[in-house]
């Protein structure tokens, strides 16, 4: 009996394990539709991008950055951030704190290096992972550079918030009840709450729900940004399937 209990146990964990392999597999990597260059893409202030990093997490966050993307619904994405654009050029806004493997900041005032602004160009060539871009629609802001006036206020005072046992279980009946502690959804849903554009799935289980769902109304498709020369190999493949 104990043996047979056993043999359960073991058939059981390896039937999750690969359930899990397989939803990672399937889900969690490039759903392409159209590749652009960065100079083809009109960005505007406010426009979202979508992040899928890889080779900058450590084995640790990379299982855990996959857990998150299966049960957050965000497939194969893991990190969102804003186009923010400085005298013409755009720059993402990413509220992420600054490691050693990660991309250093050009523009920032946060004490705690944990938001900043990188050139979009520079995001691209140095990063082994891609992004995504989804317009924000402009009949939801009249003035985007109110968007700009508000992430300098937000790059002052954000503190990066990694609670994800929160992320799951705690909806937020105000953004603002954060007070400035963000994770990367909350940091880009304070923003745009900021600037007066009001939607209610901002305001509870803050884990990408609204910026990857396709029905999404404050958003355009994703249109994939060609990836740069360090592209972890392994992904590299979708992208050429794709030209």
Not at 49 to 71: D, E, H, M, P, W
Not at 109 to 119: E, M, V
Not at 208 to 233: Q, S, T
Request: with cysteine; charged share 25%; aromatic share 16%.
């Amino acid at each position: 009996m104990l043996m047979k209990t056993m043999y359960f146990i073991l058939f059981f964990v390896v039937f999750v394990y690969l359930v899990y392999i397989i939803s990672v597999k399937l889900l969690c990597s490039p759903n392409i539709k159209k590749i652009c260059k960065i100079n083809e893409l009109d960005l505007e202030t406010g426009d979202l991008v979508l992040v899928s990093s890889y080779q900058y997490l450590t084995k640790y966050q990379n299982k855990a950055s996959n857990f998150i993307r299966l049960f957050g619904r965000s497939g194969e994405w893991n990190h969102v951030a804003l186009i923010v654009k400085i005298n013409g050029e755009p720059y993402v806004y990413d509220t992420c704190p600054y490691y050693e493997y990660w991309i250093e900041y050009d523009i920032t005032s946060n004490k705690h290096k944990h938001s900043g602004y990188i050139r979009l160009s520079k995001y691209v060539e140095s990063f082994d992972g891609y992004l995504g871009i989804r317009k924000l629609k402009s009949k939801y802001i009249t003035d985007r550079s109110v968007l700009v006036d508000i992430t300098k206020h937000h790059n002052e005072n954000m503190e990066f918030s990694s609670d994800t046992v929160n992320l799951f279980t705690c909806p937020k009946p105000h953004i603002k009840e954060t007070n400035y502690k963000y994770n990367c959804c909350e940091a880009v849903a304070s923003i745009y709450n900021d600037a007066g554009i009001d939607y209610d799935k901002f305001h509870k289980y803050m884990i990408f729900g609204p910026f990857v769902d396709p029905h999404c109304p404050l958003f355009d498709d994703v249109i994939h940004i060609e990836p740069g020369p360090k592209l972890n190999k392994n992904i590299a493949k979708y992208f050429k399937q794709s030209e």
